[in-house]
């Protein structure tokens, strides 16, 4: 939890979008620190096990936020291909600037970046 209090954030951000489900927890904590305006898409690719289960990043429910001229940080638990946050970025094309945050992998702002990585929250 220490690398979640110490991550330095360079913008600063109108909005939390948190990819649901994995996204959610780590924009829960974050936004404990920054207090903004926290949204979710609901946007499913894997099952519970990572296995792919569709060939392509689906959104499961419509966007219901505006984000029109915001800067947004875009939340994921884990980024493996990128497939699922580079669909929510062209979900939320009208914002000003969009910066992504992971837990795991290649992100604008990551705690890891490694290949096995297990969450602590995951039981």
């Known amino acids: 939890m220490n690398r979640f209090r110490e991550i330095e954030f360079h913008e600063k951000f109108d909005m939390i979008v948190a990819i649901a489900n994995g996204g959610i927890i780590p924009a829960a904590i974050i936004n404990q620190r920054l207090n903004k305006e926290f949204r979710l898409l609901k946007i499913n690719l894997r099952d519970a096990e990572q296995k792919p289960r569709y060939d392509a990043p689906q959104l499961i429910s419509p966007v219901d936020f505006d984000c029109t001229g915001k800067t947004i940080l875009l939340v994921e638990d884990r980024i493996k291909t990128g497939a699922t946050v580079n669909f929510a970025i062209t979900l939320l094309k009208d914002a000003k600037l969009v910066k992504t945050f992971a837990v ?20």
């Open 104 to 123: 795991n992998g290649n992100a604008d702002y990551s705690l890891y970046n490694e290949t096995c990585f297990k969450f602590p929250w995951i039981v």
